[in-house]
């Protein structure tokens, strides 16, 4: 499933704990990783309501569907094209989400709107596309002070393949308290292998991956970090 570019056209059925998403996922849209899974069974143990709540990135919808189950005061989604966004719309409609829904064309954390007092994201990082891996992790971590209220929250995912200490650290600079809520131990997906600078990569990386029975492990980590 989680082979080649991951941009092919598929109907799906996700089951996170008790809840059941039916998903349309177009071609050229994301589809849902363990990244995806992990984070989303996350989010259904966060305390959204009453919160106004800003997601980056909201792909197929899948996460977008259960922050709405979770009764924020308001939610604001973001994707880098309208043919995107239309298909969250299109997902949100598909499992009777009726909460209003702001939907925003915008690059990353470039936006004109907030504070907020939750953003919850799944930065990109193997499939970046970019010779940085880390640039949306970064980004994401540089920026947030200009989209999160004075203390709210930021929660997101990483793998350990993109340094958990080294975002640790960078939050802490900003004079955030970070904790981790959730983690998974996951095998590498298959185009990981693909990525010959990436694979070279991780190995200077510590503790980016564990080798079980000659397979790659990483640990799907997801912050909570709330600001000064």
């Known amino acids: 499933m989680y082979t080649g570019n991951n941009l092919y056209p598929q109907e799906l059925t996700l089951n996170f704990g008790d809840t059941t998403l039916?998903?349309?996922v177009p071609e050229g849209v994301w589809n849902p990783t363990p990244h995806g899974m992990h984070l989303g069974n996350m989010i259904l143990t966060?305390?959204?309501k009453n919160k106004e709540v800003l997601e980056l990135g909201s792909g197929s919808g899948n996460h977008t569907i259960l922050i709405s189950k979770q009764k924020p005061k308001k939610l604001?989604?973001?994707?880098?094209s309208q043919d995107i966004l239309s298909n969250?719309?299109?997902?949100?409609?598909?499992?009777?989400i009726n909460l209003p829904v702001e939907y925003m064309v915008a690059d990353w954390t470039h936006i004109d709107k907030g504070?907020?007092?939750?953003?919850?994201?799944?930065?990109?990082?193997?499939?970046s596309g970019k010779r940085y891996y880390r640039y949306f992790i970064d980004s994401l971590i540089n920026?947030?002070?200009?989209?999160?209220k004075h203390g709210g929250r930021l929660i997101f995912i990483q793998s350990s393949v993109a340094d958990v200490k080294k975002s640790m650290n960078l939050m802490k600079d900003w004079g955030m308290?970070?904790?981790?809520?959730?983690?998974q131990k996951v095998p590498f997906r298959d185009y990981y292998f693909e990525d010959e600078v990436f694979m070279d990569t991780i190995e200077k990386t510590?503790?980016?991956?564990?080798?079980?029975?000659?397979?790659?492990?990483e640990t799907l980590v997801v912050f909570e970090a709330t600001l000064p």
């Open 115 to 127: 504070p907020f007092d939750v953003l919850i994201t799944n930065p990109p990082f193997v499939k």
């Open 22 to 24: 039916e998903l349309d």
């Open 76 to 80: 604001t989604v973001t994707e880098i």
């Open 46 to 48: 966060l305390d959204l």
């Open 177 to 183: 308290d970070v904790k981790i809520i959730g983690e």
């Open 143 to 148: 920026d947030t002070h200009k989209l999160v």
């Open 206 to 217: 510590p503790g980016a991956y564990e080798k079980i029975n000659d397979q790659y492990i």
């Open 88 to 96: 969250t719309r299109h997902n949100l409609l598909k499992n009777d």
